[in-house]
C-alpha cells in the first residue's frame, strides 16, 4: 500500500494545520500539492510568473517543509509558481533555500523542468512531432517560435525519475494535475487505473468531500485501486462527493488523458467504507502506443490601457450601448487618421458593466440599470501606442452626445488619469501534444543539497 | 403552459474552464424526476444556440447515477483571449439557467 497525503488543492490557498498534523500522524509515504494551473489565464505562464503572493506561498511551503521533516517522507509539489516554467521553478527553489535556511535543516531538493525552447518547438512543429487536440488554436512554426514561455506537462515517469534521485523535495515545473500524486504508487506496483484515478479525485484536495475548503486528505492505494479519506474534523467523502468531482472542469468525466495513456472510470465502483471514507475499484488504465505530452504556449499579445466612465443620467443609460457604439467608430477614424495606423493595428471596445458586459451580444436579458461603467479597452503593439490611443479616446468617455443638437454633456470619471496601462497582454498559444522517444527528451533534473 | 427556466427547477447549473479551450456546464438535478425532465427537454441543439457554437461541437453526457447533465464546448472565445470575457468560465452558467426549457 502507498499512502499519499494531499494539504490542499493547491499551495497559496491555505489549509488546516490541524487535519494536516492528523495527516503526519498517520505516516503517509510522501506529501503530494498542486501549484497551479493554467486557470487563472494566460498572463502567468506569459509572464513566466506565480499568481499567488510571495509571503503567503513560504509561509505554506515552510508548514509543508516541516510536516515533510516530521513525517520523513519526501514532499513533492507540481507546476510550481502558478505555470511551471523554469523562471517560477526559480522562485519557488528560492523561497526553498530561505526556508531551509531559516528551519536550519539541509535538504535534497530535486529540480524537474519543463520549460521548452520555442525553436526547438518550432521545429518539431515542422518535423511533425507537434500535433493539435481537438480545438486547438491554428499555428504555425513563426507563431510557436513567437512564444514567451512553452511549457511540457510531464507525466508520472518524470516524477518517478526525480523520486529516484532520493530527494526530500521535489520542485516541478509543469507537470499534470494527477502526475505527482500517481507516481509513487505507480512505481511501488499499485493498481494503475486505481492510481490515476486516486489521483485526479486527489487532485484538489477536499473538493471531492463535504466541507471541500478544508482541503487535507489521505488516499491510500493498493492492488485493486483506492480508498480516500477527507481529514478535516466534519469533512465527509460520499459515493456522490467522489465520483462526482470526476466532473470537476473535466471536458468529459469518464476518461482523463495523461502522458503515456488515459485512464477510463466508466466502470468504476465507488463503495461507502465507514462515515468519511470512499473505497473506488474497477477503474481501467489503457496505455498508448505513442507517448506524448501536453504543451502550453503564451505569448504577447499587445500591449493594453483601460479607462473608464460612469454613466448615471437615464437617458444616456437607456442609450449606453449605442452611445458606445458610436464613440467606438468615431474614435477608431480619428486614431487612423492622426496616428497614420491601419485600421487592424489596434483595437478599441467599450464594455457597458451592469448592462453587458458578461455576455456581450449573446446577453438575453434587456433591463435598464440604475448606472452603467463604460470600459475603455484599449489594445495596440506599444505601451505608448496603447496610451496614446486612450488618450483620444478620453473626450469621447468624458463628452461625447446621443445627438449633435443637445448640449455637451459630462460623465463621471473615477480617477485622474483616467487611463490605468496594463502592460503587455499574453494569449494562450498552443493546444498540442509533443512526442518523446524517451520521457525525458523533453525535461531535465538537478539535484540541489541546500539549507 | 407558463415555461420553466432551467434554473428554478435544477439544483444548480455550474460552469467551469475545461483547460483553456474547452468549457465545461454540470446541470445538477437534484433527483431522478427533475434529471428525467431535463434529459427530455434540454436539447444539445438549444444549448448550441445559447452559446452561439455548432451542435455537432458540444459533448453531451447524461449520467443517470449522479442525476446529472454535463455538457463541454468549445469556449466561446479561447481563455484570456482580447475578446474574452471571463477568465474562469463560471458566468456562462446563467445564460443556460435562464434558458427556457420546452413544456
Known amino acids: 500500500m502507498v499512502r499519499v497525503l494531499v494539504p490542499s488543492g493547491a499551495l497559496g490557498l491555505n489549509y488546516d494545520a490541524v487535519a494536516l498534523q492528523r495527516g503526519i500522524a498517520a505516516k503517509p509515504d510522501i506529501i503530494a500539492i498542486d501549484g497551479g494551473s493554467t486557470d487563472s489565464g494566460p498572463a502567468y505562464l506569459g509572464r513566466g510568473m506565480s499568481k499567488y503572493a510571495r509571503s503567503s506561498t513560504k509561509v505554506e511551503w515552510a508548514g509543508l517543509m516541516q510536516a515533510r521533516a516530521d513525517a520523513g517522507c519526501p514532499l513533492v509539489i507540481g507546476t510550481a509558481g ?95 494535475d494527477t502526475a505527482i500524486i500517481a507516481a509513487l504508487p505507480l512505481q511501488k506496483g499499485c493498481h494503475a487505473g486505481g492510481a490515476w484515478h486516486g489521483a485526479k479525485i486527489g487532485e484538489c484536495g477536499a473538493l471531492c468531500a463535504t466541507n471541500p475548503q478544508s482541503g487535507v486528505i489521505l488516499i491510500d492505494f493498493d492492488a485493486e485501486g483506492f480508498t480516500v479519506t477527507p481529514l478535516a474534523d466534519g469533512a465527509k467523502a460520499t459515493p456522490h462527493t467522489v465520483s462526482a468531482h470526476m466532473l470537476y472542469e473535466n471536458s468529459d468525466p469518464f476518461i482523463l488523458h495523461e502522458p503515456g495513456g488515459h485512464l477510463d472510470v466508466s466502470k468504476a465502483k465507488y463503495q461507502p467504507l465507514n462515515d468519511t471514507s470512499v473505497r473506488v475499484t474497477g477503474s481501467e488504465w489503457v496505455p498508448s502506443e505513442r507517448y506524448t505530452v501536453k504543451l502550453e504556449g503564451a505569448r504577447g499579445a499587445g500591449f493594453q490601457t483601460v479607462t473608464m466612465a460612469l454613466l448615471r443620467d437615464e437617458r444616456y443609460v437607456q442609450n449606453a450601448q449605442i452611445w458606445a457604439d458610436d464613440i467606438v467608430g468615431k474614435c477608431s477614424a480619428k486614431v487612423v487618421d492622426r496616428l497614420h495606423l491601419e485600421a487592424d493595428a489596434f483595437s478599441i471596445e467599450i464594455r457597458l458593466l451592469g448592462h453587458s458586459a458578461s455576455f456581450g451580444a449573446l446577453e438575453t436579458k434587456q433591463i435598464t440599470p440604475t448606472e452603467i461603467c463604460a470600459m475603455g479597452i484599449v489594445t495596440a503593439k506599444s505601451e505608448g501606442l496603447s496610451q496614446e490611443i486612450a488618450k483620444l479616446l478620453n473626450p469621447y468617455l468624458l463628452h461625447h452626445p446621443l445627438t449633435q443638437e443637445e448640449e455637451v454633456p459630462t460623465f463621471a470619471f473615477l480617477f485622474s488619469p483616467p487611463e490605468m496601462p496594463r502592460g503587455e497582454v499574453f494569449e494562450f498559444t498552443l493546444n498540442h501534444v509533443l512526442q518523446l522517444e524517451n520521457p525525458m527528451d523533453a525535461f531535465t533534473l538537478e539535484v540541489h543539497e541546500i539549507g | 403552459m407558463k415555461l420553466a427556466r432551467l434554473g428554478d427547477i435544477v439544483q444548480k447549473v455550474r460552469s467551469k474552464n475545461a483547460g483553456p479551450f474547452w468549457l465545461t456546464i454540470d446541470i445538477f438535478c437534484g433527483d431522478s424526476d427533475v434529471y428525467d425532465q431535463v434529459v427530455n427537454t434540454l436539447s444539445t441543439r438549444q444549448v448550441a444556440q445559447v452559446f452561439d457554437v455548432a451542435t455537432q461541437e458540444i459533448k453531451r453526457f447524461d449520467i443517470a447515477d449522479l442525476n446529472v447533465v454535463k455538457f463541454s464546448l468549445p469556449r466561446p472565445f479561447i481563455q484570456g483571449a482580447r475578446v474574452d470575457r471571463d477568465i474562469h468560465g463560471a458566468s456562462w452558467a446563467a445564460l443556460l439557467a435562464e434558458s427556457d426549457l420546452s413544456p
Do not use: Y
Open chain 1, 82 to 176: 502558478t505555470c511551471g516554467a523554469d523562471s517560477a521553478v526559480d522562485w519557488m527553489l528560492d523561497i526553498t533555500r530561505e526556508i531551509a535556511a531559516e528551519q536550519g535543516r539541509p535538504v535534497k531538493v530535486a529540480v524537474l523542468r519543463s520549460s521548452q525552447h520555442p525553436a526547438e518547438m518550432a521545429q518539431a512543429f515542422t518535423q511533425g512531432r507537434v500535433t493539435p487536440l481537438p480545438n486547438a488554436p491554428d499555428v504555425d512554426a513563426a507563431l510557436i517560435e513567437s512564444c514567451s514561455n512553452i511549457v511540457a506537462l510531464a507525466g508520472a515517469e518524470q516524477i518517478t525519475e526525480a523520486l529516484n534521485t532520493g530527494a526530500d523535495i521535489i520542485i516541478a515545473g509543469r507537470t499534470t
